[in-house]
């Protein structure tokens, strides 16, 4: 029976059915708490078997660079991208890469060069096709194949799917098959819970690394704070209290935030993707909080949806420490959780707390020749540290 692919613009209707039983990052309240995060426009890409929608793949157009984000693709694909968990060695050599690109005056090295293009991914860092389809190659193929002849039609030269796990081995295959160029990209975390709470926890840790976290809950007892469990019917009230820490963790990574969205975006978050049943371990010192981390159970683990600490307090230094992991993991081990997943970023700091890393990849495809050239250069010099620190 052939296939066939259709393009709809926003959410296509059969997302929830092909998404069902999906990771959280597929799911419809996911995309509604997101929704608008990449900027541009939003398409599914829906492959269909004697006309049953059988496989869908979400993509946004970037008509413009969105410098220091992590799907502007100038950005990590070839410069030294500080966030992306990259080797010293690698993130030297990109920026030698990046120099000699601007002393030369080639224009791949302008960002603008770069869009528009179609990115190909979920608004949470990765690339998960749904549907019963997703796992065989033809469908992955027909998608694949579609694609490129759409941005073709739309006269849109770069093609790129962003952060694909391991796993993912029809839509990779699909993707080397059609000419896409691969490179390493980033790490995704999660820790472990053991059965043991907090003793079974340090346990599991390097020797240096328990003494560590034993002298990181010790520096916060100093500083007056007390880490503590927030029940879900008592995060409504101090809904405006996080949503102003998150703005100040938005500000200070992205230079900037829109503290409305953000408040509206927890609120998504707490209502769409928690379903209220969201787990908050709050850092206090007197009256004040100082940091939060937001959980929300998902099949047999969590995953950290939100952070947020005060930088204008100094009390608040170890409170990421403090929320994300020493407070966690004892509730999360009490309620039989076995994985804390934590996502992108902060690498060395979730591999020293005990978090294994899983590698993404990026596949570029661009009938831009330079661009293609600059890519492949880029993709030689990156390598990604290892996804677990070695004992």
């Known amino acids: 029976m052939s296939y066939r692919l259709r393009v709809h613009p926003g959410i296509a209707p059969q997302w929830e059915r092909l998404a069902a039983g999906g990771p959280m990052l597929t799911t419809p309240g996911w995309l509604r708490a997101m929704a608008g995060r990449l900027g541009g426009r939003t398409l599914t890409f829906v492959v269909e078997q004697g006309g049953e929608a059988c496989l869908a793949v979400h993509a946004t157009v970037q008509p413009a660079p969105r410098p220091g984000e992590l799907f502007d693709l100038h950005h990590v694909l070839v410069s030294e991208a500080p966030a992306l968990p990259l080797t010293d060695a690698s993130r030297t050599a990109r920026a030698e890469l990046s120099r000699r690109a601007e002393l030369s005056g080639r224009a791949a090295s302008d960002p603008s060069r770069w869009t528009p293009n179609l990115l190909v991914m979920l608004p949470g860092y990765e690339c998960l096709p749904v549907g019963p389809a997703a ?17 073709a039609d739309a006269g849109i030269a770069t093609v790129a799917f962003l952060y694909t796990r391991p796993d993912a081995t029809a839509l990779t295959g699909a993707l080397s098959a059609a000419g896409f160029l691969a490179m ?120 950290c949806l939100a952070l947020g600490y005060d930088y204008t307090d100094r009390r608040s230094r170890f409170a990421y420490f403090g929320t994300a992991f020493y407070g966690a993991v004892p509730l999360a081990s009490a309620q039989g959780v076995r994985r804390i997943g934590y996502g992108q970023g902060s690498a060395r700091a979730k591999q020293d707390r005990g978090c294994v890393g899983t590698p993404l990849t990026a596949w570029l495809h661009s009938t831009d020749p330079e661009l293609m050239a600059t890519a492949r250069a880029a993709a030689t010099a990156t390598v990604l540290i290892p996804g677990q620190r070695p004992s």
């Open 184 to 303: 390493p990209l980033s790490l995704t975390w999660d820790l472990p819970v053991p059965s043991g709470g907090f003793d079974g926890y340090l346990a599991a840790l390097p020797r240096k690394r328990a003494a560590e976290a034993g002298r990181e809950l010790a520096r916060l007892t100093a500083n007056g704070v007390r880490l503590r469990h927030l029940h879900a019917d008592a995060i409504p009230p101090l809904v405006p209290v996080l949503a102003r820490l998150r703005g100040q963790l938005v500000s200070k990574y992205r230079g900037g935030c829109d503290e409305v969205a953000e408040r509206s975006r927890l609120e998504s978050l707490l209502h769409d993707v928690a379903d209220g049943r969201a787990q908050v371990v709050l850092a206090d010192a007197g009256d004040a909080v100082v940091g939060f981390a937001l959980f929300a159970p998902f099949a047999d683990g969590w995953q």
């Open 135 to 151: 796992a065989s190659p033809a469908a992955p193929a027909v998608a694949v194949d579609g694609i490129l002849g759409w941005a």
